[in-house]
């Protein structure tokens, strides 16, 4: 090293030095030192003088970097023309003598070259990626090349634009280099000392993969992930996935790194924390991480690298974007959240919240009830919202008590001696309902003009009040013959058959699977549609089937199901951004694919709640003719409230397809005036943003740019939240599963099945499920409920038993385990297991054996 360097690095702090130095060693740096050698020198500085097991190494401040542009005049242009300037420039020679006295007291073997720019490694930006880093580094040329590329990579495109989203001054920022002892690591990944997703602070998350930490970091392989909690005796383990190991990522002989399989690999050595990582292991990461976070005052993203049964740290930084931590939630809370999980699936659009969205389906369906019973609704307690973007559900209840609670059994008893349960479906308003939607339904969106658009908008979200005053009618008269029936079951000693009395309800989503069977039939009985259907991906199906004359037939009828059912949402979803069947017919010839190609489950000889029923008309009281009477009546009005819930619901999504159709017309006129990249996202702005436009056009140049730039930001402001999940997981944490179970979650339907898994996230998956499979979903609407008749159990990350999935489960008498949390990523395709949906658990089976003749026999 040289003269000015030693002298700079006893004079203490860089940041105290009176002549800039040129090369620092670590153990001379502290976390103040970020103008000298940027966020990540100066934290790894600050964690060498605090005793943490860091390589050693020294840091190329930004004088250094300073001088280099200097002298050979780089200062005058940026971006491109600066980054290939640095590529043909002379390292200065006083510089390239310190760089190498410090390489060669550092012992000149393979090294880590990375940038640390003045503007990184922040609370508020981490910079993660936006400057290169070069692992390997072997030889006095290849280190001096390495400094120089870091030093071109400040001016990366990628670089310069977070710069920009950041607001940053592009010419303040400067870049040191850290060059530091490569571990030649075994094992390598990172750990997070909170959680990043759900921001628990007690959680403790540690990803790793063998070989260098950069196949982790730079996305390149699925990690083993783990999560740790702590507890009264410590850090225990909670949560264990192991990763596919795509890649790993080697030191090559003669510098640089390669990539290679897995099963080429050299393998980790005896000694190393493990493969995958032990416990003991783990848990000496999580200690080695709290103590980091106790050292900088807050949760920190590490980078660590393992070898010779040794660990390293070879990066720390804040972790930016972290979720706050959630207060204790109460149980009510929970249940809202569950609800909110199973209802909004994924975040809704601006458009969605002021249109067809949660704030409009609750209001409407569920704002006069809840009026009713004294209570006021505050929607708007719900989300968290930032320039119209939802963030996450609060976690409050949005109801509150009123002085009118006081009044609430009055009006409901009132209520529900004025209607009669029996009528309901005969009622004018429900007539309305439907005619009003059919009128829309006519309209071409496309021959509009932009006023009707916006009424047409309008017409349609009125409709909706209308059903929430037939639930406002009757469904107080079916929740009190709901109670009375319970109590009635309790004093009888039979209330566990309450469940089976309220099923086998008719409601419309049974009306609509049995005409989805009836399609089916017909493809299984005759050979030229199975094998279309055998034979096609369904997405290629329509076009097929029009082109035989009996698929033209079948298409008739299919023509009459949308027209009838269509408006049912596609993906599951009560959001106006997501298609309906109409829009994507692609999703109902997938189901009917898998329902194609599965044996028909005969009928129940008599109805699980025919059969419930008998048993409690033999009770002794129940023989008496007044008692028997007032029970069968009793139970009629209490088998009204589910068909209530799900039919009214069925009508609320009459207005989907139009209302879906015109918004998007909106769109594609604000992308024809260059305001919009393309009609979807028209989703991005508020109905009232929408409304300014007068159907003036092209429209005034200022409020065009304006709506240009809320889109934009808004479009940003989502991709960011990606990662970031509506309803905190913690609000939907399950009980630890029992014993050997793989999960828990909420009884849904009774019963126990085995069979292998199958995930399906969306509805672009729904034909990839198979006969006997079971279904794991992350959450289930009515649309999802024709996956029904072919699995034989089904698993839920969200919803309870009063799901619909719960519901219509115990209609087809399949296991149901709802609210597992997480199911989704705990099981996988093809993984053989058993549901106990009496006691909502998820179990390891025992995999089946194949015999000689092919079959697969019992294990």
Same mark, same amino acid.
């Given at each position: 090293?040289?003269?000015?360097a030693?002298?700079?690095?006893?004079?203490?702090?860089?940041?105290?030095?009176?002549?800039?130095?040129?090369?620092?060693?670590?153990?001379?740096?502290?976390r103040?030192?970020?103008?000298?050698?940027?966020?990540?020198?100066a934290n790894?500085?600050?964690?060498v003088?605090?005793?943490f097991?860091?390589?050693?190494?020294?840091?190329?401040?930004?004088?250094?970097?300073?001088?280099?542009?200097?002298?050979?005049?780089?200062?005058?242009?940026?971006?491109?023309?600066i980054r290939?300037?640095?590529?043909?420039?002379?390292?200065?020679?006083?510089?390239?003598r310190?760089i190498?006295?410090?390489?060669?007291q550092?012992g000149?073997?393979?090294v880590a070259?990375?940038?640390?720019?003045t503007a990184?490694d922040?609370?508020?930006?981490?910079?993660?990626?936006?400057?290169?880093?070069?692992?390997?580094?072997?030889?006095?040329?290849?280190l001096l090349?390495a400094?120089?590329?870091?030093w071109?990579?400040?001016?990366?495109e990628?670089?310069?634009?977070?710069?920009?989203?950041?607001?940053?001054?592009q010419?303040a920022?400067?870049l040191?280099?850290?060059?530091?002892?490569l571990?030649a690591?075994?094992?390598?990944?990172?750990?997070?000392?909170?959680?990043?997703v759900?921001?628990?602070r007690?959680e403790?998350?540690?990803?790793?993969?063998?070989?260098?930490g950069?196949?982790?970091?730079?996305?390149?392989?699925t990690?083993?992930h783990?999560v740790?909690?702590?507890?009264?005796?410590?850090?225990?383990?909670?949560?264990?996935?192991r990763g596919?190991?795509e890649?790993?990522v080697?030191?090559?002989?003669?510098g640089?790194?390669?990539?290679v399989a897995?099963d080429?690999? +050299?393998? /980790?050595?005896? %000694?190393? !924390? #493990?493969y995958?990582l =032990?416990? *003991?292991? &783990?848990? $000496?990461?999580?200690?080695?991480?709290?103590?980091?976070?106790?050292h900088?005052?807050?949760?920190?993203?590490?980078?660590?690298?393992?070898?010779?049964g040794?660990v390293f740290?070879?990066? +720390?930084? /804040?972790?930016? %974007?972290? !979720? #706050?931590?959630?207060? =204790?939630? *109460?149980? &009510?809370a $929970?249940?809202?959240?569950s609800?909110?999980?199973?209802?909004l699936?994924?975040?809704?659009?601006?458009?969605?919240?002021?249109?067809?969205?949660?704030g409009l389906?609750?209001?409407?369906?569920?704002g /006069?009830?809840v009026?009713?019973? #004294?209570?006021?609704? =505050?929607?708007?307690? &719900?989300?968290?919202?930032e320039?119209?973007?939802?963030?996450?559900l609060?976690?409050q209840?949005?109801?509150?008590?009123?002085?009118g609670i006081l009044?609430a059994?009055?009006?409901?008893?009132?209520q529900?001696?004025?209607?009669?349960?029996?009528?309901?479906?005969?009622?004018?308003?429900l007539?309305?309902?439907?005619?009003?939607?059919?009128?829309l339904?006519?309209?071409?969106?496309?021959?509009?003009?932009?006023?009707?658009l916006?009424?047409?908008v309008?017409a349609?979200?009125?409709?909706?009040?209308?059903?929430?005053?037939?639930?406002?009618?009757?469904?107080?008269?079916?929740a009190?013959?709901?109670?009375?029936?319970?109590l009635?079951l309790?004093?009888l000693g039979?209330a566990?058959?309450?469940?089976?009395?309220?099923?086998?309800?008719e409601?419309?989503t049974?009306?609509?699977?049995r005409a989805?069977e009836?399609?089916a039939?017909?493809?299984r009985?005759?050979?030229t549609?199975?094998?279309?259907?055998a034979?096609?991906?369904?997405?290629?199906?329509?076009?097929?089937?029009?082109?035989?004359?009996?698929?033209?037939?079948?298409?008739?009828e299919?023509?009459?199901f949308?027209?009838?059912y269509g408006?049912?949402?596609?993906g599951?979803?009560l959001?106006?951004?997501?298609?309906?069947?109409?829009?994507?017919?692609?999703?109902?010839l997938?189901?009917l694919?898998?329902?194609?190609?599965?044996?028909t489950?005969?009928?129940?000889?008599r109805?699980?709640?025919?059969?419930?029923?008998?048993?409690?008309?033999?009770?002794?009281l129940?023989?008496?003719?007044?008692l028997r009477s007032a029970?069968?009546?009793l139970?009629?009005?209490?088998?009204?409230f589910?068909q209530l819930?799900?039919?009214?619901?069925?009508?609320?999504?009459?207005?989907?397809?139009?209302?879906?159709r015109?918004?998007l017309e909106?769109?594609?006129?604000?992308?024809?005036a260059?305001?919009l990249?393309?009609?979807?996202?028209?989703?991005?702005?508020?109905?009232?943003?929408?409304?300014?436009?007068?159907?003036?056009w092209?429209?005034?140049?200022?409020?065009?740019?304006?709506l240009?730039?809320?889109v934009r930001?808004r479009?940003?402001?989502?991709t960011?939240?990606?990662?970031?999940?509506l309803?905190?997981?913690?609000l939907?944490?399950?009980?630890?599963?029992?014993?050997g179970?793989l999960?828990?979650?909420?009884?849904?339907?009774?019963?126990?099945?085995e069979?292998?898994?199958?995930?399906v996230?969306?509805?672009?998956a729904?034909?990839?499920?198979?006969?006997?499979?079971?279904l794991?979903a992350?959450y289930t609407?009515?649309?999802?409920?024709?996956l029904?008749q072919?699995?034989?159990?089904?698993?839920?990350?969200?919803g309870?038993?009063?799901?619909?999935?719960?519901i219509?489960?115990r209609?087809?008498?399949?296991?149901?385990v709802?609210?597992?949390?997480d199911?989704?990523?705990?099981l996988?395709d093809?993984e053989?297991?058993r549901?106990?949906?009496?006691?909502?658990?998820v179990?390891g089976?025992?995999?089946?054996?194949t015999?000689?003749?092919?079959?697969?026999?019992?294990?």
């Amino acid at each position: 090293m040289s003269d000015q360097a030693r002298t700079s690095g006893a004079a203490g702090s860089a940041a105290t030095a009176r002549t800039p130095p040129l090369v620092l060693p670590l153990h001379k740096l502290r976390r103040g030192d970020l103008a000298v050698a940027g966020g990540k020198g100066a934290n790894l500085g600050e964690l060498v003088r605090a005793g943490f097991p860091v390589p050693a190494g020294f840091v190329v401040t930004t004088a250094t970097y300073d001088r280099f542009v200097a002298d050979n005049r780089l200062g005058e242009t940026i971006g491109a023309a600066i980054r290939d300037a640095f590529a043909g420039a002379p390292i200065p020679p006083e510089v390239g003598r310190d760089i190498l006295a410090a390489y060669h007291q550092l012992g000149q073997g393979p090294v880590a070259v990375r940038s640390s720019a003045t503007a990184e490694d922040l609370p508020e930006a981490a910079f993660a990626g936006q400057q290169d880093t070069f692992l390997n580094v072997v030889g006095t040329e290849a280190l001096l090349d390495a400094v120089r590329r870091c030093w071109a990579s400040l001016w990366s495109e990628r670089a310069i634009a977070y710069r920009e989203r950041q607001g940053l001054d592009q010419q303040a920022v400067k870049l040191a280099v850290v060059v530091q002892r490569l571990v030649a690591a075994e094992m390598a990944g990172v750990l997070f000392t909170a959680n990043p997703v759900t921001g628990a602070r007690d959680e403790i998350v540690v990803d790793a993969s063998p070989g260098l930490g950069e196949a982790v970091v730079s996305g390149l392989v699925t990690p083993d992930h783990y999560v740790l909690r702590k507890g009264r005796w410590g850090w225990r383990i909670v949560e264990r996935r192991r990763g596919r190991r795509e890649v790993v990522v080697q030191p090559r002989a003669a510098g640089g790194t390669e990539h290679v399989a897995p099963d080429t690999a +050299a393998a /980790p050595q005896p %000694a190393m !924390p #493990g493969y995958p990582l =032990r416990g *003991s292991v &783990l848990r $000496r990461l999580a200690r080695l991480g709290a103590a980091i976070e106790r050292h900088f005052g807050g949760p920190q993203d590490v980078e660590w690298a393992g070898a010779g049964g040794k660990v390293f740290i070879v990066q +720390a930084r /804040p972790i930016t %974007a972290l !979720p #706050g931590p959630l207060p =204790r939630p *109460s149980r &009510l809370a $929970r249940v809202m959240a569950s609800l909110m999980a199973e209802m909004l699936p994924v975040r809704p659009y601006p458009l969605e919240v002021t249109t067809w969205g949660p704030g409009l389906v609750i209001s409407a369906l569920l704002g /006069p009830m809840v009026r009713m019973c #004294g209570l006021a609704l =505050r929607v708007d307690r &719900l989300f968290i919202e930032e320039d119209g973007v939802i963030v996450r559900l609060t976690g409050q209840l949005p109801i509150r008590p009123t002085p009118g609670i006081l009044l609430a059994p009055l009006r409901i008893v009132r209520q529900a001696r004025r209607y009669d349960l029996a009528r309901w479906r005969a009622d004018p308003l429900l007539a309305e309902v439907q005619a009003r939607a059919r009128t829309l339904e006519a309209r071409d969106p496309r021959a509009l003009s932009w006023a009707d658009l916006l009424a047409t908008v309008r017409a349609a979200l009125a409709i909706s009040p209308l059903l929430g005053e037939i639930r406002l009618r009757y469904i107080p008269g079916a929740a009190l013959a709901v109670g009375r029936l319970r109590l009635a079951l309790g004093l009888l000693g039979r209330a566990d058959r309450f469940g089976a009395l309220l099923s086998g309800v008719e409601t419309k989503t049974l009306e609509t699977n049995r005409a989805l069977e009836a399609l089916a039939a017909r493809i299984r009985s005759n050979p030229t549609l199975a094998d279309a259907f055998a034979q096609h991906e369904p997405a290629e199906l329509w076009a097929v089937l029009q082109a035989q004359p009996s698929g033209r037939a079948w298409l008739a009828e299919l023509r009459v199901f949308l027209d009838r059912y269509g408006h049912r949402e596609a993906g599951g979803t009560l959001l106006v951004s997501q298609s309906t069947w109409k829009d994507a017919p692609e999703v109902v010839l997938g189901m009917l694919k898998g329902r194609a190609l599965a044996e028909t489950r005969p009928p129940t000889e008599r109805p699980v709640w025919k059969a419930a029923q008998d048993q409690l008309l033999a009770h002794p009281l129940l023989r008496l003719s007044p008692l028997r009477s007032a029970f069968l009546e009793l139970l009629a009005q209490a088998r009204c409230f589910p068909q209530l819930r799900e039919d009214t619901r069925f009508y609320a999504t009459l207005i989907l397809p139009v209302l879906r159709r015109t918004l998007l017309e909106l769109g594609r006129r604000l992308a024809s005036a260059g305001i919009l990249d393309a009609p979807e996202d028209v989703f991005h702005l508020r109905l009232d943003e929408i409304e300014r436009l007068d159907g003036t056009w092209p429209p005034p140049r200022q409020l065009a740019d304006e709506l240009r730039a809320l889109v934009r930001r808004r479009q940003e402001r989502r991709t960011a939240l990606e990662g970031t999940p509506l309803v905190d997981p913690r609000l939907l944490r399950r009980a630890e599963p029992e014993g050997g179970a793989l999960l828990r979650g909420t009884p849904g339907s009774p019963g126990v099945a085995e069979g292998l898994v199958r995930v399906v996230h969306d509805a672009s998956a729904f034909g990839r499920l198979r006969p006997g499979e079971v279904l794991v979903a992350p959450y289930t609407n009515p649309a999802w409920t024709p996956l029904f008749q072919q699995a034989v159990a089904v698993v839920v990350d969200s919803g309870g038993a009063m799901s619909h999935a719960a519901i219509v489960a115990r209609e087809y008498g399949i296991p149901a385990v709802m609210g597992t949390g997480d199911g989704t990523r705990r099981l996988v395709d093809g993984e053989r297991v058993r549901i106990d949906g009496t006691r909502g658990l998820v179990l390891g089976a025992a995999p089946r054996t194949t015999g000689h003749d092919g079959e697969e026999q019992p294990g």
